[in-house]
């Protein structure tokens, strides 16, 4: 599997409940854009309309050599899940403070193209606070054992 983007920011603001891989619907110069490595998921988020899943505002950029053919940058896109996946997520988002966001883009071994959802809690101001010691302690302690293995 090779990861095409990541949405770093939202292992920061968020606290990752579950995660589920889904397909997307896409269109042929989409799909060439992202192999390139031309996607953001940063701002995006995932919403169910009507019992389908899709994946709102998120960028891939033009491909070059499909001139008149391009597609639109940001396009709602259908996420494709088993119908049982959906009613999970669709009853676990009605509880307090749960949302369903992107969290990663990947190339399955099949040359597939996937997106990795999670229902995610918000995270409260203290709570990343928090996360940004816990980094920080980690790195300290990462640097103390390079000094005394030299």
């Known amino acids: 599997m090779r990861v095409v983007a990541k949405n770093k920011k939202a292992f920061f603001n968020y606290d990752i409940v579950d995660t589920y891989e889904a397909g997307i619907s896409l269109t042929g110069s989409e799909v060439k854009s992202?192999?390139?490595?031309?996607?953001?998921i940063k701002e995006s988020y995932v919403t169910i309309k009507d019992g389908?899943?899709?994946?709102?505002?998120?960028?891939?950029?033009?491909?070059?050599?499909?001139?008149?053919?391009?597609?639109?940058?940001?396009?709602d896109r259908k996420l494709l899940l088993h119908r049982q996946e959906i009613k999970r997520l669709t009853g676990k988002i009605k509880q307090k403070g749960l949302t369903i966001i992107p969290t990663k883009v990947v190339i399955n071994e099949r040359g597939l193209i996937k997106v990795q959802i999670s229902l995610?809690?918000?995270?409260?101001?203290?709570e990343k606070r928090e996360t940004i010691k816990e980094r920080d302690r980690e790195r300290d302690m990462r640097a103390q054992l390079k000094r005394y293995q030299k």
């Open 34 to 40: 992202i192999r390139e490595g031309k996607i953001s």
């Open 52 to 75: 389908e899943v899709f994946l709102i505002n998120c960028h891939i950029s033009h491909y070059e050599a499909a001139n008149l053919l391009n597609h639109k940058t940001r396009r």
């Open 120 to 126: 995610a809690k918000g995270k409260r101001l203290y």
